[in-house]
């Protein structure tokens, strides 16, 4: 029986090929396994850890320092002849528990804060205009030239007199509230009514200064 030359190169070439792929995958896997333990030695050789030195800190040392000194007497000067001259007073201590509380403050008079309605304002006889007329500028006002308004608030009683003032607004030391509060004491009022009863209120009167 004839052999077939084709099928003997066929079994030439499919042992050719296993046996190259046998010889490509071994040469793989020593490729592979050589450069991993290569590469792992390699970065083993290249990492190095410094040296810790751990050094001893000496403890520190707390300087004591000296009470201060005490504090020296200070004499006090006397006319008693029986104390010798060379006689000090030690200082004495002065116990804050013992020390009076101070006296409570006066009462503030509510009178000026309370508003009673009226039906007609409290009025200086006259007009408002009597308190212009009755005004003396201050001499040291005119003199500086000083001109502007003091508001007085007045308390005006049932009879029409004038019982107490506040200034409200103030012209400074120049005498003009003074003047203000003589000048609306001066003329007479009608008390403001409630109800044509008469009742004691306190009202805001402006003074004007101006020179002339």
Not at 175 to 190: H, L, M, N, Q, S
Request: proline share 11%.
């Amino acid at each position: 029986m004839k052999k077939n030359p084709q099928a003997d190169l066929r079994r030439k070439y499919t042992r050719t090929v296993e046996l190259g792929m046998v010889l490509s995958l071994f040469l793989t896997l020593v490729l592979f396994f050589g450069f991993r333990n290569w590469g792992t030695q390699s970065e083993m050789l290249e990492v190095e850890l410094p040296e810790i030195q751990v050094e001893e800190v000496p403890p520190t040392e707390q300087i004591k320092r000296p009470p201060p000194p005490a504090r020296p007497s200070v004499a006090v000067p006397t006319d008693d002849e029986d104390i010798p001259e060379d006689e000090t007073i030690d200082i004495t201590e002065i116990n804050f528990d013992e020390i009076p509380e101070p006296p409570p403050p006066p009462q503030a008079d509510e009178s000026s804060n309370i508003f009673v309605a009226y039906d007609e304002a409290p009025e200086p006889i006259g007009g408002f205009g009597a308190i212009q007329r009755n005004l003396e500028y201050p001499e040291i006002a005119r003199k500086a030239g000083i001109e502007g308004r003091v508001i007085v608030n007045v308390l005006v009683d049932v009879d029409g007199s004038v019982v107490e003032t506040k200034i409200l607004k103030s012209l400074g030391h120049s005498g003009c509230d003074e003047a203000a509060v003589k000048a609306i004491r001066t003329v007479k009022w009608k008390p403001a009514k409630q109800r044509d009863r008469p009742v004691k209120v306190w009202v805001g009167i402006p003074v004007i200064f101006k020179l002339k």
